[in-house]
C-alpha cells in the first residue's frame, strides 16, 4: 500500500495537540464554577464598587460663606455657592463663628466676602478679592475645595463683569474642559478599573492553571507525551486569553450602558489594547503558577503582584506625576502604567494611535519576555 500523503492544508501534528490541550482547558473551564466567578462576578463587583463607592468628586460638601458686609453683590456671590451641586453652604457673618467648626471637621472651608468686596468689583486694575480658608489635614478635599470655590467666584465675576464696564476677558482666562467636561472622577475611574480587572483575571486565573496540574500529579504525565512545554502553555493560555477578552467586553458595555461612561474610539482599538495588555498578564501568572507549583501560592501571589502595582503605581488613583522620581521609573515596569493612558483615551477622547501604538509595542515586548520565562521555567522544572 502506498503511504498516505497529508494534505497541504491539513492540521499538523503540533496543532493537533495544542487543539486537544485548548479542548481539555476549555472542559475543565466548564467544570470548574471558581474561574466563571472569577471572570464575570468578581469584575461586576468591583466595576460597581469603583464606579458608585469611590468618587473623587468634591460633592455636597460643607463649607462656611462669611459675608463681612451684606451688599448686594455679596449677596449675589453668596447665592452663586449656594447654587453650586458641590457645596451645602453654612452662612455666617464672621469667620471666627466658623473656625471651631473647621477645627472639628464639620465643614471643609471658610470663604471670606472681606468688606471691601464691592469697593474691589469696580476697581478695573483690580480683581475682587475672596479669602478661601480649607483645611488641609485631608489636603485632596482641601486641593478640590479650593479649586472649585475659585471656580464660582471666576464664573460669578465673569457673569457679572459686563455689569461693571468691563470686558469677558477681564475677569479672567476663560476655561473649557475637553474630553471631561463635567469633571467627573467616574469618567476615568471606571475605565482604570477594567484594566485592575484585566490584570486579575488574566494573572490570578492562569496562575491557577499549571499549579493545579501540578498538585494532581498529570503535569508529569503529559510531560511524558510528544507535548512541549512551549505547546503546553500555548493551549493553556488561549482558552484564558478568550475568557479574559470577554470579561472586558462585559466590564466596557457596564460602563457604557450602565455608568454612561463616553465611548469616543473604535472597537478595534479597544480589543488591540486589551490584547496586548493579557500577554503580560497571562504570562505573568504562568511564570508564578511554574514555579510554586501550589494553587494557594500562586493565587496570593497573583493577587499581590497583580492589584497592588495596578492600584498604586499604574496612575489609576494617583497621579505618576507628582510621585518620587525613583516610583516613576519604577512604574515603566508594570504592565498596567501602559494600559490606562490608552484606556482611558479610547473611551474618554478617541482614537489616538501614536500612544496606542508606542503603548501596545511596551506591553508586548513584556509579554515576550514573560512567557518565555514561563517556558523556560516550566521545563527546569520537569528535568
Aim: hydrophobic share 55%; aromatic share 10%.
Amino acid at each position: 500500500m502506498t503511504p498516505s500523503i497529508d494534505h497541504p492544508y491539513s492540521v499538523g501534528p503540533r496543532a493537533r495537540r495544542v487543539l486537544a490541550l485548548v479542548r481539555k482547558e476549555v472542559r475543565q473551564i466548564q467544570r470548574d464554577p471558581s474561574s466563571i466567578l472569577i471572570a464575570f462576578v468578581l469584575p461586576l463587583i468591583l466595576l460597581f464598587l469603583f464606579g458608585y463607592g469611590v468618587s473623587l468628586d468634591a460633592t455636597r460638601t460643607r463649607i462656611g460663606v462669611v459675608i463681612e458686609r451684606p451688599t448686594p453683590s455679596a449677596r449675589s456671590l453668596l447665592a452663586a455657592f449656594q447654587a453650586s451641586p458641590s457645596f451645602d453652604v453654612h452662612v455666617a457673618t464672621d469667620r471666627r463663628e466658623l473656625e471651631g467648626e473647621l477645627a472639628l471637621g464639620t465643614v471643609r472651608g471658610i470663604v471670606v466676602i472681606p468688606a471691601t468686596f464691592d469697593a474691589d468689583l469696580w476697581k478695573r486694575s483690580a480683581a475682587p478679592e475672596v479669602l478661601v480658608i480649607v483645611d488641609g489635614a485631608e489636603p485632596n478635599t482641601a486641593a478640590l475645595v479650593q479649586g472649585y470655590a475659585q471656580g464660582v467666584v471666576a464664573t460669578w465675576a465673569g457673569a457679572r463683569a459686563a455689569d461693571y464696564g468691563r470686558s469677558g476677558t477681564d475677569s479672567g482666562p476663560e476655561a473649557r474642559v475637553w474630553f471631561n467636561p463635567e469633571l467627573s472622577s467616574r469618567f476615568f475611574l471606571v475605565p482604570g478599573c477594567i484594566a485592575i480587572v484585566m490584570a486579575l483575571v488574566g494573572t490570578l486565573l492562569t496562575s491557577l492553571v499549571v499549579a493545579r496540574e501540578w498538585e494532581r500529579g498529570t503535569m508529569e504525565a503529559m510531560m511524558a507525551t510528544p507535548v512541549t512545554a512551549f505547546e503546553l502553555l500555548l493551549g493553556k493560555v488561549i482558552p484564558y486569553f478568550i475568557l479574559a477578552l470577554a470579561s472586558m467586553t462585559l466590564c466596557a458595555l457596564v460602563a457604557v450602558f450602565v455608568f454612561g461612561i463616553p465611548f469616543r474610539g473604535s472597537v478595534p482599538a479597544l480589543y488591540a489594547i486589551s490584547a496586548a495588555f493579557l500577554l503580560p498578564s497571562l504570562g505573568q501568572g504562568l511564570l508564578i503558577s511554574s514555579a510554586t507549583k501550589n494553587q494557594f501560592l500562586a493565587s496570593q501571589l497573583a493577587l499581590l503582584s497583580a492589584f497592588l502595582p495596578t492600584f498604586l503605581l499604574s496612575g489609576f488613583i494617583f497621579e505618576i506625576a507628582s510621585m518620587p522620581k525613583v516610583i516613576q521609573w519604577l512604574t515603566n515596569i508594570v504592565a498596567a502604567r501602559w494600559l490606562i493612558p490608552s484606556l482611558q483615551t479610547v473611551f474618554l477622547a478617541g482614537d489616538v494611535w501614536p500612544l496606542f501604538v508606542l503603548d501596545i509595542s511596551v506591553l508586548t515586548l513584556f509579554g515576550a519576555v514573560l512567557l518565555v520565562l514561563a517556558m523556560r521555567t516550566t521545563r527546569k522544572r520537569v528535568a
